[in-house]
């Protein structure tokens, strides 16, 4: 998982049109956690959630669906979309550092998850985490390019 994290993160620095080092230096030899969450099947949907609103903290995020059932949504312009599994597909997931050091060009996102009525849902996710412990600001380039950091 450490290799898929740093390929992505790699094909960011492209994208970004940063030296490769500046972004995936940002995450190498951190630590990388995993979590296994279970929402059991609730048939009072409207009266909870499975997670609350909120941004991941740390730099990026895999999530992989271990079945089928929905139940993470994102926001985007006030309203809230399904993030449908694909088997055997991550979903992968801007924290807010990636979201730092990238001068917003990529978003750390807004998300939630609703219990699904008849079915149990099981997510396992990675938490790859970057530098941390000082000051996290854009990387110099981006700052350059864009003028000024977000
Ligand atoms: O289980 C999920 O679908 C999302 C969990 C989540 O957002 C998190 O652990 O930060
Ligand atoms: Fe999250």
Redesign the pocket.
Known sequence: MIGLATKLLGFMAADLGVEREALVGAFTGRRQSM?I?H?PPCPHREKVL??TP?T?GLGL?L?L?VDDTP??QIRRGGRWFP?RPLPGAF?V?VADILDVLSNGAYRSVD???LPDAERA?T?V?I?QEAAVGGEVAPLPGLVAKGGGAL
């Open positions: 979590a969450h929402y499975g997670i909120h991941d995020t999530l669906h139940g993470l993030v979903v997931n998300h939630r998850v849902r997510t996710m938490f």
